[in-house]
């Protein structure tokens, strides 16, 4: 399908052949509110002639540790949406003429507050389209971003759509400055050429006057950010606007008059409005309006390679085969089995336990870990990196693949088992110490690695969290969960379970054993969410119990989020069950009331943890501890032959730890003392 742009509105732009233009990034409310307009007209008076202004957001995948630090900063200072557009009215009042760039997708109110267009990093191909003309409707640019990894075929797309200029990030990875260039700019300026006659902003790594001098001898705009950062945050307070001046007018050249290019550059014609057509992924992306992939361009060509790669193994008969070879290492099937005690405490329904906590490495992981190692294989990649670590660090260890495991410093505290055991086995922890230090960060800064190398590296997202294509991964790996479930429950019943419960965080074991039953609507699926210390306080990571639909992680879905759109920080006695949003497949369950969501205390889970011990002699994880409580509510009211299954997702060895902390605060309201002194 073929789709009409409106005509270009391209931003008014100061062209010279013979001087390289200057391009500045700068976060909104940093280092206050009250600065940031006297920082612009600095930028502008030393030379900088278009503004990029970042929105700052609690977790920017995309950049480096100094512009991070930036948006922390900005965020303290209660910077939001409005307050950006009351610094550039404020700005435009006191005669900035520079055109001033969001770095978002916000449209509304823009223009009349004097923003000329956008750059957003992570805009669904799907939704190129629609965005652009509504960018043109309002009078205002859209400028998409070029990477070295960026497909000649995507070039095609994003210069058939760009109407005022293309930003070329320079090479792979964060942002921030670097001692050198890329050494295939030129090569990758040349490829953007053959495509387009409009002109290009080059950026990433440059911070010096020379390396200044070397991208504008061959881009029109130079594109500066971390050094600008750094030159504000090593400036002393009421000096900073000056300084940030001095240096532009450094930079630039302008200060020792050597800002002349030594060869002038071909001046370009912008393109006459042409029709694009609409990119689609091989798989379908969404689940009802949940779902999608917001991925930076650096990723995309990547993305594209492994769903590619994934379409042609999931119909291929041998890749199962070799997949199910692996079934006596993961010490599949697990059992299913009546658990004649907590059935008995309970009353009611029959209760049967799922026992993924048999597994090899004690929990579901691994099904998920061994599936996307085999297609990362396929695609030739030497290195695995992940967020969740035990299951990915064995199977690297059994197939002699470098691992790189990212870590939470918080859970790196609560779970110091794992971390050794993960250390054992050859792989490399790396500490995540950004933000709320807890599986988010940990997602963060293995997507920025991902980033960095993407050629070699595979990422193994290990929950259903994510751009579709991860999603659709994890679903069909941790399906073998379910079908075995509804054989086993058949075999030993002659019938299916009348519910089944399971955890939730981001939701993959949950994924895993309720898909296989979505269509027999007689049975009731069931997720116990983590209430932390309750969802009336800010303590709790109850997502789909009290969250509102937004992105986050590269997908739509419910998450924990303020009302200015900021990630909020969670909580959970499960370190597992700690992170603020869930996969859109759980959205989209929750919306059509396909399944049910509660949400389980700490106490109560702990509850939970306590029965399945005393009653069954097994010691489950915390997470899986938030099903059995709920369990525990829900088959006193059922009927005695009715058939519950709960899944057992994990092993509590990893939470002994974390249970002896709290147990002397939680112990006395549950009745549970395990004090050895009389």
Not at 499 to 524: D, L, M, W, Y
Request: hydrophobic fraction near 40%; glycine fraction near 8%; proline fraction near 5%.
């Amino acid at each position: 399908m073929l789709t009409d742009l409106p005509p270009p509105l391209p931003i008014k732009l100061q062209w010279r052949q013979d001087i390289a233009g200057l391009q500045s990034y700068t976060v909104a409310g940093y280092p206050s509110n009250d600065k940031t307009v006297d920082i612009f007209l600095a930028l502008e008076s030393g030379g900088v002639d278009v503004i990029e202004l970042e929105i700052p957001f609690t977790d920017p995948v995309a950049d480096g540790p100094a512009i991070q630090e930036t948006h922390v900063t900005a965020l303290e200072n209660e910077t939001d949406i409005n307050t950006c557009l009351k610094i550039v009215s404020s700005a435009r009042t006191r005669g900035l003429q520079a055109p001033v760039l969001f770095m978002n997708d916000l449209v509304k109110n823009c223009a009349k507050a004097g923003i000329d267009g956008y750059i957003v990093v992570d805009l669904p191909p799907e939704e190129v389209h629609s965005f652009r003309a509504l960018c043109a409707s309002s009078g205002q640019s859209y400028i998409p971003l070029i990477t070295p990894s960026t497909s000649e075929a995507r070039i095609k797309r994003l210069v058939q759509i760009a109407d005022s200029f293309l930003y070329v990030v320079s090479r792979s990875g964060v942002t921030g400055a670097r001692k050198s260039l890329d050494a295939n700019l030129l090569q990758l300026l040349g490829r953007v050429q053959k495509h387009t006659d409009l002109s290009l902003a080059v950026g990433f790594g440059v911070s010096t006057h020379a390396h200044f001098a070397d991208v504008g001898s061959m881009a029109d705009r130079v594109v500066i950010g971390s050094q600008f950062i750094t030159v504000l945050r090593n400036a002393k307070p009421g000096k900073r606007a000056e300084a940030i001046r001095c240096y532009t007018e450094e930079v630039s050249g302008r200060a020792t008059n050597s800002a002349a290019r030594t060869a002038p550059l071909a001046k370009h014609r912008p393109p006459k409005g042409k029709k694009i057509k609409e990119h689609q992924s091989i798989l379908p992306s969404r689940f009802g309006k949940f779902g999608s992939q917001y991925v930076t361009e650096a990723l995309h060509k990547c993305v594209a390679e492994l769903e590619k790669a994934y379409v042609v193994c999931k119909d291929d008969l041998a890749f199962w085969e070799e997949f199910r070879s692996f079934y006596p290492y993961m010490g599949r099937p697990s059992p299913l089995h009546l658990a004649e005690r907590l059935t008995e405490k309970c009353g009611g329904a029959q209760i049967y336990l799922k026992r993924e906590d048999l597994c090899h490495t004690e929990l579901h992981k691994l099904n998920n870990a061994i599936g996307q190692i085999l297609v990362a294989k396929r695609l030739g990649k030497t290195r695995i990196i992940a967020d969740a670590g035990i299951a990915v660090a064995e199977i690297c260890a059994k197939l002699g693949l470098k691992c790189i495991i990212y870590m939470e410093s918080e859970d790196m505290r609560r779970q110091p088992l794992n971390v050794f055991r993960i250390c054992i086995l050859g792989a490399e922890v790396i500490l995540a110490k950004t933000g709320s230090c807890t599986l988010k960060d940990a997602v963060n800064e293995a997507m920025r690695d991902w980033a960095t190398n993407v050629n070699t590296t595979h990422y193994i997202v290990g929950s259903a969290v994510g751009g579709h294509l991860f999603l659709k991964m994890v679903h069909n790996f941790q399906c073998v969960i379910g079908n075995e479930t509804k054989n086993q429950v058949k075999r030993l019943t002659s019938r299916l379970p009348d519910a089944v419960v399971s955890c939730v965080g981001g939701g993959s074991n949950f994924i895993g054993i309720f898909h296989p039953f979505i269509k027999n609507t007689e049975v009731r699926l069931i997720g116990a969410e983590a209430a932390g210390d309750g969802i009336d306080t800010v303590k709790h990571s109850a997502t789909l119990s009290v969250g509102s639909s937004g992105v986050f992680h590269g997908t739509k879905t419910y998450l924990l989020q303020n009302k200015k759109g900021q990630i909020m920080e969670t909580y959970s006695i499960s370190a597992d069950l700690n992170y603020p949003g869930v996969g859109p497949e759980h959205a989209w369950l929750r919306s059509t009331g396909c399944a049910k969501y509660c949400a389980v205390t700490d106490a109560q889970a702990l509850e939970g943890f306590r029965f399945l011990a005393e009653l069954e002699g097994i010691i489950p994880a915390l997470e899986s501890s938030h099903a059995v409580y709920q369990t525990m509510l829900i088959a006193p009211a059922m009927p005695g032959d009715k058939l519950l299954v709960i899944c057992v997702s994990g092993r509590g060895d990893k939470d002994v730890n974390t249970i002896t902390e709290v147990l002397p605060k939680i112990g006395p309201q549950i009745g549970w003392d395990l004090r050895f002194e009389s």
